[in-house]
């Protein structure tokens, strides 16, 4: 790399920032610091302590082309949040020139010292909490000029306003929203010493006390030429630093404040690649592609969780399991694995990239039909997000093959394998290359008639009896499984002989709730465990829910039949769809309804594994089975009035 090391002043740094002569390649993402962190930065400054190095790269080179952004902050309408915009509109220009330097590290820091001491001194940060909140800073002229421990004390944080306030907002505690407050409580604005008003402030605060001149003194000497003329380390990086070189710094630096993720690395990497100039000479831009596949994400309720993160990972499955399935073509003696992970990723080459891209995007809505079909119907019940990218690269590689029957319902018992079994949450690189590698053979072999061996994910997938006690909330895979099988099974509401199914289950509101209502089995002593447990829950509409209340079972479904107008046998087939054995729950049976239905779930559970279930009696000598967590109680949707 082409290096020169610079020391530029505060001053001059701000300048550059304001004018645009400084800005960061547009893929940066904004990150706030916090209120004390900035505090803590203006502190450093003022005591002249060093501060961490600022690295810019030139621009105009031919191989490096991020497009630019300015700084929070520095145009109007620069920043998601209405309130900063309207803050910032009345001192930030509409536009800036084209940048001369793209800010590589230090984004965190500059970004923080020009909203601190620019223009009125408002940032837009947030408290230790995260809440957003809008500050001023201001300089404590008498502890700026203490020993080290009062000059930490010195910078003091306000209100945007400068009006701090007590008693929930009711009572003033100190006003230096005027120059005369400011005068009064001796604390000048920090703005004022980069825009040359500190001379006037200091006028104003000799005034009542003529021995305070020697302190004015003392304070343009100590304090306000060196904080003027603080100097901040920096590398420069000259336009002839090479593409891969820039994105090697992209993924080293960033320390103090947030590392880019992998996308963002991604996205300098591809920056200026030759193969990615477009007839009119524009370059491909990461972030304009994920655009394109955000628009089908946005269709699909079920994909809601499907990172960008994501993306890149089935990319590089497809890219990597192509050049694996060439190498073994060629009888090479070790093909190179197929793998998503991290390293392989950063790796990845903008013709492999823009070779898969579309594939991937064109095989997402048959993903999110795929888990439709599972009675999956919205992001928040998905077990596994993760497992979306496996799925969506099988789907690419076996294309219409996988709507075949046999073929789809291997693709099922992987699935349901993958989920029961909760395998995917954790190491999932790992077993997305696995899956990736032995899924489509497997699948395929369904309707080929030969002979496959069965992928890890289904031979070493377990599920004990005794899970179904721990199954307690929504934060389980496995629990968002038996709730998505018991729909998948044709389970209706009870009160509108309803089918549970895509059409219907927004329009009812459908959620999983108790069968046993909570507050029953509190007053029947009935042990939390079982009253938690999955096997006392169902789907069901929100307005059956209702109905229910905290009713007993022997109470509710008279109920519920003479408000449906539904015949006994016709409601008792309803609550066999639920796999709920009608007589025990009428009878009010906690205890053989509870066993009952644990043992139909079971069934329903072998029946979508394709293998059996391990029992109580059989789990002695299993102490290697993991269970995903233990499952603590989740706020109660039931008993509603």
């Known amino acids: 790399m082409s290096v020169e090391m610079q020391q530029p002043t505060i001053t001059d740094l701000l300048k550059d920032v304001r004018t645009g002569r400084i800005q960061l390649p547009d893929f940066q993402r904004e990150y706030r610091w916090d209120v004390e962190r900035i505090r803590e930065l203006l502190v450093t400054v003022l005591k002249g302590h060093p501060m961490g190095v600022v690295m810019v790269l030139q621009t105009g080179s031919d191989h490096v082309r991020f497009k630019p952004k300015p700084l929070t902050g520095v145009v109007r309408g620069g920043d998601d949040c209405r309130e900063c915009q309207e803050r910032f509109s009345s001192k930030a220009p509409a536009t800036v020139a084209a940048p001369d330097y793209l800010l590589l590290d230090g984004q965190q820091r500059l970004t923080s010292l020009f909203q601190a001491l620019s223009g009125d001194g408002v940032v837009h940060s947030a408290d230790d909490k995260g809440k957003l909140r809008h500050v001023r800073y201001f300089l404590d002229v008498e502890l700026a000029l203490g020993d080290d421990g009062s000059q930490s004390d010195a910078i003091v944080?306000?209100?945007?306003?400068?009006?701090?306030?007590?008693?929930?907002?009711?009572d003033i505690v100190r006003d230096c929203s005027t120059l005369e407050g400011q005068v009064e409580h001796g604390l000048l604005p920090i703005t004022a010493i980069y825009d040359d008003t500190a001379i006037t402030w200091m006028l104003e605060w000799i005034k009542p006390d003529a021995t305070r001149a020697a302190t004015f003194q003392r304070l343009q000497s100590d304090v306000f030429l060196r904080m003027k003329s603080y100097q901040i380390p920096g590398i420069e990086l000259l336009k002839s630093t090479s593409r891969e070189a820039v994105a090697t710094v992209f993924e080293k630096v960033n320390t103090g404040g947030l590392a880019l993720d992998t996308f963002e690395l991604l996205t300098a990497t591809f920056?200026?690649?030759?193969?990615?100039?477009?007839?009119?000479?524009?370059?491909?831009?990461?972030?304009?592609?994920?655009?394109l596949t955000k628009e089908i994400l946005e269709r699909h309720p079920t994909l809601g969780g499907f990172q960008r993160v994501f993306f890149l990972q089935a990319v590089t499955l497809l890219a990597t399991h192509a050049k694996r399935q060439a190498e073994i073509a060629a009888d090479k003696s070790k093909p190179r694995p197929t793998s998503a992970r991290r390293e392989d990723i950063l790796r990845l080459q903008l013709t492999d990239y823009r070779r898969w891209a579309d594939e991937v995007r064109a095989a997402l809505p048959w993903v999110a039909h795929f888990l439709t079909e599972q009675h999956i119907h919205s992001d928040r019940f998905v077990p596994y997000a993760t497992q979306c990218v496996p799925l969506t690269v099988i789907r690419v590689l076996l294309g219409h093959d996988a709507d075949k029957y046999a073929v789809k319902q291997r693709l099922q018992q992987w699935y349901w394998c993958g989920v029961l079994g909760e395998q995917y949450g954790s190491t999932t690189e790992t077993k997305f290359a696995r899956d990736v590698d032995q899924v489509p053979d497997w699948a395929l072999a369904a309707v080929d008639g030969r002979q496959a061996r069965q992928p890890e994910t289904v031979t070493v997938a377990s599920f004990a009896e005794t899970r179904l006690l721990t199954l307690r909330t929504r934060l389980s895979a496995a629990y968002k499984g038996v709730y998505a099988l018991l729909m998948h099974g044709g389970c209706k509401d009870w009160q509108f002989d309803q089918d549970i199914d895509h059409a219907h289950y927004n329009e009812m509101n459908v959620d999983i709730h108790h069968i046993f209502p909570k507050k029953w089995c509190e007053k029947n002593d009935i042990d939390d465990a079982r009253r938690e447990s999955i096997v006392n829950k169902t789907p069901l509409g929100r307005k059956t829910n209702i109905m229910i209340s905290a009713n007993s079972p022997a109470?509710?479904?008279?109920?519920?039949?003479?408000?449906?107008?539904?015949?006994?046998?016709?409601?008792?087939?309803?609550?066999?769809?639920?796999?709920?054995?009608?007589?025990?729950?009428?009878?009010?049976?906690?205890?053989?309804?509870?066993?009952?239905?644990?043992?139909?779930?079971?069934?329903?559970?072998?029946?979508?594994m394709g293998k059996p279930v391990l029992r109580d009696m059989e789990m002695t000598d299993r102490s290697d089975l993991v269970f995903e967590e233990a499952d603590a109680d989740e706020p109660d949707l039931d008993d509603e009035a």
């Open 271 to 291: 920056a200026g690649d030759p193969s990615g100039t477009g007839e009119d000479g524009s370059d491909f831009r990461l972030v304009d592609d994920w655009k």
């Open 157 to 170: 944080v306000m209100p945007a306003d400068a009006v701090e306030r007590t008693n929930f907002g009711r």
């Open 555 to 608: 109470d509710y479904v008279p109920m519920l039949e003479a408000r449906s107008g539904l015949a006994p046998e016709s409601m008792d087939g309803i609550l066999r769809s639920h796999l709920i054995d009608p007589q025990l729950l009428r009878a009010a049976d906690f205890d053989r309804f509870f066993e009952a239905r644990r043992e139909a779930l079971v069934t329903m559970i072998e029946g979508a």
